[in-house]
């Protein structure tokens, strides 16, 4: 299924004609949310799974970091979101079997400005907007697509790098096979302080080992975000409580 352009600006109108609202407009925000949300699911399952589980490898290293719990929330909300700006790059290109072209990897790496686009517009989400903006900033400053460095990085964005990059190592892609756990493991360390922030690869390893993060392979590839979203209804009205009283 393609979601183009024009769902895109549908998303982004709808986000930016409710930027004023805030409690009395609950139901019209949160709607917007649901329909990123299903638009996703709908869009590609192997995303959607990659989603789940980076949301999931956030918090827990949220957790391990003792993080505060409405940090930990926003870290399990932006997991689940922080891909969204696929929803505007062709099938053809998601889901091919072989290696990029430079042409087509430059198209891949704007899907952070165009989630960003997507919920820029909704004031209480923009506690996530880290962790679809930059999380593919590097800690050597060699990321996309603002090329920040170190701690010019939010945390957030810096947990959820290490998440995606776990999950991606572990999955089975269009291009290549699941790699092995260990396999994974080693190149997560070795990106140690060049491509991740050395604390959030710690504190994955430390989940791994307390059995907080479940490793591979996973019982279910292809799950779907339909039972997820009430749970992510509920955080996003907490969201928007805070925001209101601000």
Known sequence: MLIGIDDIE??????????????RRRAPLIAVVEMMLRALEARDP????????????????????????HAVDECRLGGLLHDIGKI?????????????????????????EVGAAIVQGIPFMQPILPFILCHHERWDGKG?????????????SRICAVGDAFDAMTSARP???????????????????????PQC???????????????????????????????????LRM????????
């Open 10 to 23: 549908r998303f982004t109108w709808i986000a930016r004609n409710v930027r004023h609202r805030r409690s």
């Open 46 to 69: 192997h995303t959607c799974g990659h989603a789940l589980r980076v949301s999931q490898y956030s918090a827990a290293v949220a957790i391990v970091l003792g993080e505060k719990p």
């Open 88 to 112: 505007g790059i062709l099938d053809s290109i998601l889901q091919k079997p072989g290696q990029l072209s430079a042409q087509e990897r430059h198209h891949v790496e704007k899907h952070p």
């Open 144 to 156: 996309y697509p603002a090329k920040l460095q170190g701690r010019d990085i939010a945390l957030k």
């Open 175 to 197: 291009y290549r096979p699941q790699q092995t756990l260990d396999f994974s493991l080693s190149q997560l360390s070795a990106g140690r302080g060049t491509q991740f922030d």
């Open 201 to 235: 690869v710690d504190a994955l390893f430390v989940a791994i080992e307390t059995g907080t993060i479940q490793a591979p392979p996973f019982a279910k590839e292809h799950a779907n975000l339909s039972h997820t979203i009430p749970t992510t209804v509920s955080t």
């Open 239 to 246: 969201l928007q409580d805070a925001s209101s009283t601000e």
